[in-house]
């Protein structure tokens, strides 16, 4: 399976800033996910990102928010903006491979 | 829209001993795959077993397999032996190919093994 790396693996910002996290594998993947795990809840889709076309975002999730950057077929790039307390969570990436979806270790966010 | 829905918030079992962690779905697809994640502390997803809707065949992987009742849309998973290391979250995953092949989670078990 696809080895994922992501980076930072853990940030505490400022309300009000922007991180950038990245999501990078180590071969070329058609598809990438996005996903947020809330303090002791399970995990929610934020946005499907292919290579080549514009993210696809789910219900309650918006571009302006988070935009997602996808320049390759190994990489891809999810920005929380204008972050509040309430955007504290995990962020984990994945990619499909086989009808099967393999994870990255996360980024711990803390909001403050 | 498809659902997943675990109703054990939280179990326990004894090391050496076997337990069943519960998940129903809900679809109109006849086409999908399900999958048992693992998430321990570390908080990395470990794909535990994957079970496609067509194969009747309940999937089995070492210690773990799943007991797929598709007219019920049902799937659980047993652990056989648990060891300590299986002590994480455990959640039960929906994948439809017409739904952009995204997953759904359920809520997530939190399992405990206990020496």
């Known amino acids: 399976s696809a080895v994922i790396s992501q980076k930072p693996s853990r940030d505490i910002c400022q309300r009000g800033t922007s991180l950038t996290i990245q999501c990078q594998v180590d071969?070329?993947?058609?598809?990438m996910f996005w996903y947020r795990q809330q303090p002791g809840q399970s995990l929610t889709l934020i946005a499907t990102?292919?290579?080549?076309?514009?993210?696809?975002?789910e219900s309650g999730f918006v571009i302006d928010k988070f935009p997602i950057s996808r320049p390759n077929l190994t990489f891809s790039t999810l920005t929380v903006s204008n972050m509040s307390p309430e955007d504290s969570s995990i962020y984990l990436c994945?990619?499909?491979?086989?009808?099967?979806?393999?994870f990255g270790p996360g980024t711990r966010l803390t909001v403050t | 829209a498809q659902t997943v829905t675990q109703s054990q918030p939280e179990m326990s079992v004894q090391e050496a001993e076997t337990v069943t962690l519960s998940c129903t779905y809900d679809?109109?697809?006849?086409?999908?795959?399900l999958f048992w994640y693992k998430q321990p502390p570390s908080r990395q997803m470990i794909l535990v077993i994957r079970?496609?809707?067509?194969?009747?065949q309940n999937a089995t992987e070492n210690r773990f397999s799943v007991n797929f009742q598709k007219a019920a849309k049902s799937f659980s998973l047993k652990i056989s032996d648990s060891q300590l290391g299986d002590t994480a979250m455990y959640f039960c995953?929906?994948?439809?190919?017409?739904?952009?092949?995204?997953?759904?989670f359920g809520g997530g078990t939190r399992l405990m093994v206990k020496p």
């Open positions: 071969s070329q993947v058609t598809m």
């Open positions: 994945s990619v499909e491979e086989g009808y099967e979806q393999y």
């Open positions: 679809t109109s697809e006849n086409n999908y795959y």
């Open positions: 995953a929906f994948m439809s190919p017409n739904a952009g092949n995204m997953l759904t």
């Open positions: 079970q496609e809707a067509y194969k009747q």
């Open positions: 990102a292919n290579q080549g076309s514009e993210a696809t975002y």
